[in-house]
């Protein structure tokens, strides 16, 4: 674990651990977030990197670099304060997660050293049983304070609202809140109760500070927007480590970034709070510096994200594993299904906010497959894309990054008022970079992104020309995570009819497309607009 790190409980503090901080102590906070099972390197567009451009050079990240640039900062920083943090979201991602479950982040997770860890929302993608798991195998706190487990049979008692880090005689509050959408897009079951984020964060900085700890960090997995939100309403707290939107936060990387490292927020007091955040994936590792008064006071916060591409050399014996565990999975990754004839486009920045050839690919792959079956509608939610293919041949592994949930094909019938409804709920919060926005297949439509969410919808078209009626009766295809009612798709589990759950693989039907169609051409055709 991290250097002369000596880890406290809140109850510890509460008995008089709590102390404040000596002049001038400066802090190393190396971060990431959203790793998404990414343990091997990824390529360009976020997927696993193939052998070929792993030796040429042109891969980035994955656990054995994220491992070597850490100690090599602590390393140089061996006489200085460092903590390393996680915001969240080891989970789900790639064929590591969907094989081992958790275990082998666990694994690296503890190799690396991390000294505290936000729940993401994607921790509950196998419910609470497996979230438990996960946790029954770190030795490092994992926290969450707007969470209620207390009714959680698996949970109860195994995530800290916060906790205390005894850093070389420095007391450091960390505290967390997880994003209260999590119901909807992930699968934490009736008894995970989500409380709202700013209040629990105040109080859990109230409670820390009237324990005597000075510097309180919230490391957070609710998306930049929401840190705002939270930076702006909360007082008594330093800064923020964050996750969950998947904001590259940079100075040296601005042409890429949404906005300087740190991002400044002012709070009610008119302080002024960093908050910093680096992307995703394992590509960028994240370094603040931060230097605190006698009172623990916040007298300067700099840093930057640092990004880890083949310059950064792979920790040996981290990769070494990392091969080991791939061995089993290799073969079925390096499969080449089909080949496409230009880069498929399926970044989050434009399937979670317009048209994407990604979402094409997706949508037409399930309506193709159930179109025997009387379906003429296709909503796929663009949270599900996870990544873009580049040109040349695809590989198995390639389709199952970027569809790595294991969804299943679901089928139902929906009245015309339902899809409208259902499309509603798709363009309700594109402004926070949602994944419920809705890619589509057999119908085009046209939205108003002035409008108020709830009234978005312009027009909806079928193929054959026509406008929907509200009162007939279609037949829909989307994934089964949908059709259950995630992402807020609310409408087609109370009212979607016949339904029918238990179709192919996602990632086969789509694997199975592009080869019938290889080499696939990609492309858009306005289906989705906007509003002159």
């Not at 073969?331 to 498929?344: K, L, N, R, S």
Request: charged letters at 20%.
């Amino acid at each position: 674990m991290t250097g002369n790190l000596f880890r406290t409980t809140a109850i510890l503090a509460a008995l008089g651990a709590g102390a404040p901080a000596m002049a001038d102590t400066t802090l190393h906070i190396l971060h990431i977030n959203d790793l998404h099972s990414r343990i091997q390197p990824i390529n360009a567009f976020d997927s696993t990197c193939s052998a070929e451009d792993d030796a040429a050079g042109e891969c980035f990240g994955g656990v054995a670099r994220v491992a070597s640039a850490i100690n090599g900062l602590r390393e140089e920083l061996a006489d200085e304060n460092v903590i390393v943090l996680d915001a969240g979201d080891q989970f789900q991602g790639s064929l590591m997660y969907t094989t081992y479950k958790g275990e082998v982040e666990a694994e690296f997770m503890e190799a690396i050293g991390f000294d505290v860890m936000a729940v993401g929302n994607h921790e509950f993608d196998d419910g609470p049983a497996n979230f438990r798991s996960f946790l029954d195998l770190v030795s490092f706190p994992v926290v969450s304070g707007n969470l209620d487990l207390s009714q959680s049979e698996e949970l109860n008692g195994q995530v800290e609202s916060y906790v205390v880090l005894d850093v070389n005689g420095t007391q450091v509050g960390i505290v967390s809140a997880l994003a209260t959408d999590t119901a909807e897009t992930s699968s934490p079951g009736p008894n995970v109760i989500f409380q709202d984020e700013i209040d629990a964060i105040q109080s859990d900085v109230d409670e820390l500070t009237e324990q005597g700890v000075g510097i309180i960090i919230a490391l957070t997995h609710v998306g930049l927007p929401r840190d705002r939100e939270i930076a702006a309403a909360v007082t008594g707290l330093d800064l923020i480590v964050g996750g969950h939107s998947h904001t590259l936060l940079s100075n040296a990387y601005a042409d890429d970034a949404a906005g300087p490292y740190p991002t400044m927020a002012t709070n009610p007091d008119g302080v002024e709070v960093p908050i910093v955040q680096a992307y995703a994936y394992s590509k960028y590792l994240g370094h603040l510096v931060a230097t605190f008064d006698d009172d623990g006071n916040l007298v300067s916060a700099e840093g930057d994200t640092m990004l880890l591409d083949a310059s950064v050399e792979l920790d040996a014996g981290i990769a070494e594993r990392v091969a080991e565990l791939s061995g089993p999975i290799e073969e079925a990754m390096a499969e080449v299904i089909g080949e496409t004839a230009d880069v498929i486009e399926g970044s989050r920045e434009v399937c979670r906010a317009e048209e994407c050839a990604m979402g094409n690919l997706v949508a037409d792959a399930m309506l193709d497959r159930t179109a025997d079956q009387g379906v003429s509608i296709v909503i796929q939610n663009g949270g599900g894309l996870r990544a873009s293919i580049d040109s040349g041949e695809v590989t198995m592994g390639e389709v199952l990054t970027v569809l790595p949930f294991q969804n299943t094909l679901a089928t139902f019938e929906l009245t015309g008022a339902g899809v409208i409804e259902a499309l509603e709920n798709g363009l309700s919060q594109v402004e926070e970079g949602a994944g419920r926005f809705p890619q589509v297949a057999g119908i085009s439509y046209v939205w108003d992104p002035a409008a108020e969410p709830g009234s978005r919808v312009v027009s909806v078209t079928l193929a054959d020309g026509s406008e929907i009626d509200p009162e007939a009766t279609y037949i829909l295809a989307t994934n089964n995570y949908m059709r259950g009612g995630g992402d807020g798709y609310s409408v087609f589990a109370a009212d979607g009819m016949n339904a029918y759950d238990f179709g192919p693989g996602l990632e086969q039907v789509v694997a199975d497309y592009i080869a019938e169609n290889s080499p696939y051409q990609p492309y858009t055709d306005g289906r989705i607009s906007t509003v002159e």
